[in-house]
């Protein structure tokens, strides 16, 4: 597979390793508080947002949608979209990195781009996502009226790349579409809606010599063997095994017909097929109803009266789109280029989780006051089509201090439970979904996960619980009587290493091993 390079590339490629942990800060919760749980706006440098999401999250987001920067070279008003090729590269590159660490098994990424940096970004994600797991392109309509520019050629579409974690593990939908059932234009009398198809199979692939097995002949009512056969002589083949048609005839789906034919009336064979409960049908690549550029612009200076707009805004039902396709209620969905808040509001009234990230005050200035509309149950986007009425809540995040500082000391004001979860990422690769609220970390593939910090058995005293004696390790055996292996992570350990190796427990010391991982 061939691979981009480009200056500094080998750094762009260590960047997400270096780039250090910071601590999320729980600013202020709007709306209902229950809710405002799994739902956080975050306010600071996306990559070192998503790194601080990856103890938590790791493997749990289920839908990934971001806006990047063109690189068009070109002035917007709130991001500086002028950047050297090679320098958009290496800004993308560890953000990508990072957001596959976070994607779930079964999730997929979706970027919307255009031409000027698509063809570089495809081959980009193919390293980092591989090329196998490539869904498809999506080509967004953007424009919906004449362009009067002088310029011969104007763009009219942008792109959304489609990538899944796993290939073939997304569990895409399909599109409800109910003029399907216009096609069902009989009813049963049982009230099913149903249509007969012609069970001899026409056009491309039809004749015997295509699939000789499906040649065979059926029996009339009269007793008289049918084959199929074109009305210009030729052999055919049926569209159905032999055996499904007998699985069609027992379940009364064979309908025989009498048809006028040359030199009279002939027996044709049909299979009756039922209107589906839930029509749907493919979701065409061609995006020509998702609304476009310029009425994503009215809808947000509707929103956003007293804050200049964003020029690349996209319209609500592109990213309704989107999560149609990729996500479910409950389904968490992300979105590290969160702009002026298009995809948290659109995933808030679609009943998904989300976390959005944005850098800089329009965070604050935009985002914000636009999920506050949503609460109160604003009418633009998609609200009427899926009958929005508001509700709901989010936490309002910004980034805090590093968790260790350039010597590896842990900050001080690192809970229990936030290191908890990075010692439990750190040795584990899962995300941490438990509680964190006792020195068991948590047991994984047969190992126990200890941690003595912050005082966690109630003794503060400098050669208290955080230290590993005697006492100590008897407190942690009440908590789970584990009898396989067991690390312990703490301050110092004052039992001696051959004691620990024959009860069977490695302990790392913090901060030194936990900086070191």
Known sequence: MPFLDWVNKNQAKDTSRQVPYHLLKREQIYGDAAS????????????????????????????????PPYNTRSA???????????????????????LRELLAEDGSIWVSIDDNEGHYLKVLMDEVFGRHNFNTTFIWQKVDSPNDNKVPITPDHEFVLCYERNKDQADFRKKSDSSLLEAYGQTDDQGRLYRDRLLKKNGKNSLRSDRPTMYYPLEAPDGTEVYPIHDDGREARWSHSYVGVMKAKDDGRLIWKKREKAGGTAWVPYIREFAPESPDRPHPTILLDTKTSRQAKIHQRDLLTDVDPFDTVKPEQLIQRVLDIATQPGDLVLDSFLGS??????AHKMDRRYIGIELGRHASTHCIPRLQSVIAGE???????????GGGGFTFCTLGDAAFDEDGRINPDVRFATLAAYVWHIETGTPGIQAFDSPLVGIHEGTAYFLLYNGILGDRRPAGGNVLTHDVLAALREFHSHTGPVVVYGEVSRIGPTRLAAANITFKQIPYDVKAR
């Open 36 to 67: 405002a749980v799994d739902n956080l706006v975050i306010q600071g440098d996306n990559l070192l947002a998503l790194k601080a999401l990856i103890p938590l999250y790791a493997g749990r987001v289920d839908c990934i949608y971001i806006d």
């Open 341 to 346: 808040g298009t995809t948290a509001a659109v």
């Open 76 to 98: 917007f008003s709130h991001y500086d979209d002028r950047l050297e090729h090679s320098q958009w590269l290496s800004m993308m590159y560890p953000r990508l990195v990072l």
């Open 379 to 389: 009418q633009g986007g998609i609200s009427e089509a899926i009958e929005w009425q």
